[in-house]
């Protein structure tokens, strides 16, 4: 059985170089950075060569989180198994962007069957269609592994 963690690392580095999926998998990932109580009251913004931008929607964060800055580098790189980060931008976020984090896109009405990545509930803070594709892609062909897997095991 090949383990989606291996799946995602092998999507992660060939697709490093590119802004929109970076941006996409750090908001998919941000809770496990910073943690429950300041995800809440931050959102990743974008990635533009090796720039992250995050919104902060609390004046105590706002002033706490810049002096964290070295060590959530550290620890984005970690998770993504390279340096791809190499500086964040904290932007005080305004009231009608933190209404846009909970938002969530529904892969159902685009007729896309139940048994998609649409159950992870992760992939549903993917806001890019062609990103959330290829998540999709990649965890049904970790299914398919690990059922021709499965069946080997059984003869």
Same mark, same amino acid.
């Given at each position: 059985? +090949? $383990?989606?963690?291996?799946? +995602?690392?092998?999507?992660?580095?060939?697709?490093? @170089?590119?802004?929109?999926?970076?941006? @996409? !998998?750090?908001?998919?990932?941000?809770?496990?950075?910073?943690?429950?109580?300041?995800?809440?009251?931050?959102?990743?913004?974008?990635? %533009?060569?090796?720039?992250?931008?995050?919104?902060?929607?609390?004046?105590?964060?706002?002033? *706490?989180? $810049? %002096?964290?800055?070295?060590?959530?580098?550290?620890?984005? #790189?970690?998770?993504?198994?390279?340096?791809?980060?190499?500086? *964040? +931008?904290?932007?005080?976020?305004?009231? %009608?962007?933190?209404?846009?984090?909970?938002?969530?896109?529904?892969?159902?009405?685009?007729?896309?069957?139940?048994?998609?990545?649409?159950? *992870?509930?992760?992939?549903?803070?993917?806001?890019?269609?062609?990103?959330?594709?290829?998540? #999709?892609?990649? !965890?049904?062909?970790?299914?398919? *592994?690990?059922?021709?897997?499965?069946?080997?095991?059984?003869?």
């Amino acid at each position: 059985m +090949i $383990p989606i963690g291996k799946i +995602i690392k092998d999507i992660i580095s060939k697709n490093a @170089s590119n802004d929109k999926f970076l941006t @996409s !998998y750090l908001q998919i990932i941000w809770k496990n950075i910073v943690g429950n109580s300041i995800e809440e009251v931050s959102k990743i913004n974008n990635v %533009k060569k090796g720039v992250l931008t995050v919104l902060i929607f609390d004046e105590k964060i706002m002033k *706490i989180l $810049p %002096k964290l800055e070295k060590e959530i580098i550290e620890k984005i #790189n970690y998770l993504l198994g390279g340096n791809y980060i190499k500086h *964040i +931008i904290f932007k005080k976020g305004k009231k %009608k962007d933190i209404s846009l984090k909970k938002s969530k896109h529904s892969y159902k009405k685009r007729g896309k069957e139940k048994d998609d990545i649409e159950k *992870i509930e992760e992939a549903e803070l993917i806001e890019d269609g062609e990103l959330r594709d290829l998540f #999709n892609k990649a !965890y049904n062909k970790f299914r398919e *592994i690990n059922a021709s897997l499965e069946d080997e095991k059984k003869h």
